[in-house]
């Protein structure tokens, strides 16, 4: 080492980092290549003061300046905005070169004089990464001209929680609107429809569906068919024998060699005979044969019938099979008549029937009608359409509300006389009445069609003392206003049944006893 002027031997001075020739137009030294750091270290710690050193140039002084919080946006310089360039550090004058060993006194350092205007270049970076470190910074090193804001976070944050609670609720609003519509105007992909879970396992046995599900397999439908015309009805099975009844003017078509069908609920569909007949009862017995497992329906009581009970109604109308219907008894005791089609009135029915609401149509003739027990009350026979506007395009009419049934107290005797001898008989007093009396009551007539007597001889009117001309009011107590209301009336008994008669004579009123007879026609 130079103990004269502090630098170490076979060290550079400082004005060597440069390619050219020196200040003084010495020789050009060859710095080779090293890394950092730019000089050995000093042994001597700090050179004398009034020296320059051996040592690199230090970085310019820095201040601390206020960082910004962690994750505080700053703001880049504008694109093609001129960055200033970082201050040059001062020049250090290059130690003199000398020859002698003798320490030069020392003298006070002056700095050297800055260029008036020389522009200087802008520094590169050093290739140390330590270079332009800020020990002073928290975050990322700072972009030339940030500016940091203090307390910005805190509002920035309130701020942005607000726009999007604002936002959430815009959004929850508008997606309910447009939810809404979307469901009342059925907009969206595949609909499900929401069904019943489960259900009652039964039915009670006195509800509707109880009452069918025991009836409807003993109930069949019948086609029939003859010669000049054909249609549909109703029976329903007797016995286990295969006998089944309905009603005179539903098999009437093939009581002479006509075809009958009966078909059960399951579908079965067997051949079916006529076994007897009445006009004046409107009932016929049809058997079918070859149909095992036969379940017949439980006759019940029709006296034991009151106003309002709840019955059900089952057929073919309009030939849709196996059809149930419900309603009520609106009366009893209706006095009606059906046919008549024959000029001799043989083929007129006289029934003392219970009139039902139960929807009945066509085809529902010869059908049961049951009570809440599923037992039979009636037969449904008839109905009481309206004008023409209530017909079909067909041309029969329709339920009205106003269905009767013969009563099946009545249809069991005459069932089972036909059965039993083919035929039935029907209770008589042995009088001719007067049809076309349009006053009140049941008159006698004078004569009998065929020009007899009006009252049979030796018959039960003549022994009670009746006579051409008597007017009849009443039968058991009950008023009478017409001549086939009077027939309805006793056909509503037995053979062998006393009546109680009211008989007005010569404008004077009596009662007399008669036992019924028995007649085999009308």
């Not at 078509?253 to 399951?266: L, N, W």
């Not at 036969?294 to 029709?302: A, H, N």
Request: aromatic share 4%; hydrophobic share 35%.
């Amino acid at each position: 080492m130079d103990e004269g002027n502090g630098v170490p031997q076979g060290a550079e001075p400082a004005g060597a980092a440069g390619a050219g020739p020196m200040p003084d137009g010495d020789f050009e030294l060859a710095r080779p290549e090293r890394p950092s750091p730019l000089h050995e270290p000093d042994p001597y710690s700090t050179p004398p003061y009034g020296e320059p050193g051996p040592w690199a140039p230090a970085p310019p002084v820095q201040h601390p300046v206020a960082t910004p919080a962690q994750g505080t946006v700053m703001t880049p310089p504008a694109v093609g905005a001129a960055v200033p360039p970082e201050p040059a550090p001062a020049p250090i004058a290059p130690a003199p070169p000398t020859t002698s060993i003798t320490p030069a006194p020392p003298t006070m350092p002056t700095a050297p004089p800055a260029p008036a205007s020389a522009s200087l270049p802008a520094r590169q970076l050093p290739a140390d990464p330590w270079g332009r470190y800020d020990p002073w910074a928290a975050g990322p090193l700072q972009q030339p001209g940030a500016v940091a804001v203090h307390g910005g976070r805190p509002r920035r944050r309130r701020a942005a929680l607000g726009w999007t609670l604002a936002l959430a609720l815009v959004a929850a609003g508008l997606g309910g609107l447009v939810g809404g519509y979307v469901e009342r105007e059925g907009i969206g992909g595949e609909v499900t429809l929401p069904g019943a879970k489960g259900g009652p396992a039964g039915r009670a046995p006195d509800s509707v569906a109880g009452i069918a599900a025991r009836a409807l397999p003993s109930v069949v439908t019948l086609h029939v068919a003859g010669t000049d015309e054909e249609g549909t009805g109703t029976g329903f099975v007797l016995d286990d024998r295969g006998h089944i009844l309905t009603n005179n003017h539903v098999v009437a078509p093939a009581a002479s060699g006509g075809k009958i069908s009966a078909t059960f609920s399951d579908g079965t569909s067997v051949k079916a005979t006529v076994v007897g007949r009445d006009s004046g009862y409107d009932l016929a017995v049809v058997q079918v044969s070859g149909v095992h497992g036969l379940t017949p329906l439980t006759l019940g009581d029709s006296d034991d019938v009151r106003v309002g009970d709840p019955v059900v109604a089952i057929g073919a109308p309009f030939d849709l099979a196996n059809t149930v219907t419900a309603g009520i008894i609106s009366a009893k005791e209706r006095p009606i008549t059906a046919g008549g089609e024959k000029s001799d009135g043989s083929d007129v029915s006289y029934v003392d029937a219970l009139q039902t609401d139960a929807p009945i149509n066509p085809g529902n003739s010869g059908g049961p009608l049951l009570d809440s027990r599923a037992h039979v009350i009636g037969i449904n026979s008839a109905i009481r359409s309206a004008d023409s506007g209530s017909e079909t395009e067909s041309g029969q009419a329709g339920s009205i509300g106003l269905g009767f049934a013969i009563p099946v107290n009545q249809a069991k005797r005459v069932a089972e006389e036909l059965i039993n001898d083919g035929r039935a008989t029907h209770p008589v007093i042995g009088v001719d009445l007067d049809m076309g009396y349009s006053g009140d009551g049941a008159r006698v007539d004078s004569r009998a069609p065929d020009g007899g007597p009006a009252v049979l001889k030796g018959g039960p009117a003549e022994r009670a003392g009746l006579k051409a001309g008597d007017l009849i009011t009443e039968v058991d107590g009950e008023p009478v206003h017409t001549g086939a209301e009077l027939i309805i009336r006793i056909r509503a008994h037995q053979p062998g049944d006393r009546l109680r008669l009211t008989v007005e004579r010569g404008g004077t009123e009596r009662e007399v006893s008669v036992v019924l007879g028995t007649a085999d026609q009308n």
